[in-house]
């Protein structure tokens, strides 16, 4: 049965009348057009489509839209402050940090809440906050390089 479900998101107020077992990333992609977050397997091990709720990095594959009620949502759409890059996505274009651009909105958000958690990590905590985020064209390596141009750097 369909209800009335209300969240924050990129700094919006959201209202959906939907039924709330339905897919986070679904209703992202496909009732509100935020195509940034990817689909990769479906089954929370890629990290492809990660967001932020609170905050924090989560699979928006394993979690319900029910469950979003007055929260802070924030996917890769919500990040940069008008034409300006958030940090961590300058770091990336910075560092060359992608190849064909899928695992990028769920490796910088999952950057993004690594780097809240934990604002110098060494090069270690980095690899292991990105270690469930897979990146099929093997940028990782790059990835680590902007991450860690931003803990040494302290831009965030
Ligand atoms: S699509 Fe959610 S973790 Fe892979
Ligand atoms: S850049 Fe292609 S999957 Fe990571």
Same mark, same amino acid.
């Given at each position: 049965?369909?209800?009335?479900?209300?969240?924050?998101?990129?700094?919006?107020? /959201?209202?959906?009348?939907?039924?709330?077992? +339905? %897919?986070? &990333?679904?209703?992202?992609? #496909?009732?509100?057009?935020? !195509?940034? =977050?990817?689909?990769?397997?479906?089954?929370?091990?890629?990290?492809?489509?990660? /967001?932020?709720?609170?905050?924090?990095?989560? +699979? %928006?594959? &394993?979690?319900?839209?029910? #469950?979003?009620?007055?929260? !802070?949502? =924030?996917?890769?759409?919500?990040?940069?402050?008008?034409?300006?890059?958030?940090? /961590?996505?300058?770091?990336?274009?910075?560092?060359?940090?992608?190849?064909?651009?899928?695992?990028?909105?769920?490796?910088?958000?999952?950057?993004?809440?690594?780097?809240?958690?934990?604002?110098?990590?060494?090069?270690?905590?980095?690899?292991?906050?990105?270690?469930?985020?897979?990146?099929?064209?093997?940028?990782?390596?790059?990835?680590?390089?902007?991450?860690?141009?931003?803990?040494?750097?302290?831009?965030?």
């Amino acid at each position: 049965m369909k209800q009335m479900i209300e969240f924050k998101l990129n700094g919006q107020a /959201v209202k959906l009348e939907t039924e709330p077992d +339905r %897919s986070l &990333l679904w209703v992202l992609r #496909g009732d509100l057009a935020l !195509t940034g =977050t990817k689909y990769g397997c479906g089954s929370g091990f890629c990290g492809a489509c990660t /967001v932020l709720v609170d905050g924090v990095a989560v +699979r %928006s594959c &394993l979690l319900s839209v029910g #469950g979003m009620e007055g929260k !802070t949502l =924030t996917t890769i759409e919500g990040l940069a402050e008008g034409d300006v890059l958030h940090p /961590v996505q300058q770091a990336f274009v910075e560092n060359d940090a992608l190849q064909c651009g899928y695992c990028t909105p769920g490796m910088i958000l999952s950057a993004v809440s690594l780097l809240a958690e934990n604002p110098r990590p060494s090069d270690a905590e980095i690899a292991a906050g990105l270690d469930d985020n897979l990146c099929r064209c093997g940028a990782h390596k790059r990835i680590v390089d902007a991450v860690r141009s931003i803990a040494r750097n302290d831009r965030t």
